[in-house]
């Protein structure tokens, strides 16, 4: 027991472990990153009906233009086609609610209606605007079948803001924010659904 | 109780509200700490007598990353879901595993390590069960964080009433 053969004995047990996770990590990150694929994949789709398209909307992303929009920013967006068809494009749109960043993916079919909107990532106040992370969310059903012109741009707002919506109650602030983001993403899919149909058909 | 049992303690709340707002989180929390402060005992040790005292520490660092850090790579291809829901408090067993080693846990008496197990795995089960039923039950508070404090407060307010012969001073 001496002072070399302590440093010895650390330093064998430094490249030991350094060794030892490398191999773990080395063989176990394929598996990981083919689950997270996994869990992301039925994080998004479970907006789509899962019989309506057959590709892999996740491997096929759309190249967006310019993505800062009135109230929020799309930070992406994908295609679901059936039989080479468009069916949907959801589109993922960053918007700012009472406490911070709201991700929300947004489905919207061929024809401009909303198929559905569901939350990824929120941290608002738990029991009141974090309701909108609840999956299923009746809320967020009020505004499935919605388009750009249905209802007009003066219905797209609270009704405490002479809209046609309901809030959550308690989060005025948040249902606000989605409302906005919401109706963001419809009129930017209003303006480019050409592009958006388009571009995806020629992969 | 001295200093250092106050810091074992205390490191052990973390993952007694963190990790128990549901059943299986807090088994796959439990399950780790096990499996992990084993593997961590039986290696430190074959090596503590050849260390010099001043080195223990280092190795028992080393130690202690490297297996908290196979385990949590094996929890995620275990499942991902588990352990994106509660990974940084697994990662925080290998804080317990230096600390365990400096309060001197692994040269006690064998019960007396089979205790702090039993009685951290029972609480996290019971604490996991109660938040998971009450919370199906309709009472959301009982998921939350809060609701982990109000519920381990009631417990060991229960537990200081049961009446039970009180050891002399």
Not at chain 1, 119 to 128: A, H, R
Not at chain 1, 178 to 199: C, K, M, P, T, W
Request: net charge neutral.
């Amino acid at each position: 027991m001496s002072r070399t053969s302590s440093a010895v004995i650390l330093l064998l047990l430094a490249g030991l472990g350094i060794g030892a996770t490398y191999l773990v990590q080395y063989s176990s990150a394929p598996r990981i990153a083919a689950e997270q694929r996994r869990i992301d994949s039925r994080n998004l789709l479970d907006l789509l009906p899962s019989d309506s398209y057959d590709n892999q909307p996740l491997e096929q992303p759309l190249h967006l233009g310019s993505t800062a929009l009135t109230n929020s920013t799309l930070l992406g967006g994908y295609l679901a086609t059936k039989a080479g068809q468009p069916v949907a494009v959801l589109l993922r749109s960053q918007t700012i609610g009472y406490a911070g960043a709201i991700d929300l993916l947004i489905a919207i079919d061929a024809n401009g209606k909303l198929l559905g909107v569901k939350t990824l990532k929120q941290s608002e106040t738990p029991g009141l605007g974090a309701r909108i992370a609840d999956w299923p969310n009746t809320w967020f059903q009020a505004f499935t079948g919605k388009s750009l012109n249905e209802p007009a741009d003066s219905g797209w707002a609270l009704k405490k803001d002479q809209g046609q919506f309901d809030q959550i109650a308690g989060a005025t602030i948040t249902s606000r924010a989605v409302i906005n983001a919401i109706h963001d993403a419809l009129r930017y899919f209003d303006e480019h659904s050409r592009q958006l149909i388009g571009s995806g058909l020629h992969e | 109780m001295n200093k250092s049992a106050n810091l074992q303690n205390s490191l052990m709340l973390a993952p007694l509200i963190g990790a128990t707002d549901s059943l299986v989180t807090a088994l796959g929390v439990w399950l780790m700490f096990i499996v992990v402060i084993s593997a961590f005992g039986a290696s430190m040790a074959a090596v503590r007598s050849r260390l010099i005292p001043a080195s223990r520490l280092f190795a028992g660092v080393l130690l202690a990353a490297t297996l908290t850090g196979c385990a949590e790579l094996a929890a995620q291809v275990w499942s991902l879901q588990w352990h994106q829901h509660s990974g940084f408090y697994a990662a925080l067993i290998a804080l317990q595993c230096v600390v365990l080693e400096h309060t001197g846990f692994f040269q006690s008496a064998w019960r007396e390590r089979l205790r702090l197990c039993v009685l951290f795995g029972a609480l996290m089960v019971g604490l996991g069960l109660l938040r998971e039923l009450l919370g199906d039950a309709g009472l959301r508070l009982a998921t939350l964080a809060p609701g982990g404090f109000i519920l381990l407060g009631l417990l060991i307010a229960a537990w200081q009433a049961w009446p039970r012969p009180t050891p002399s001073h």
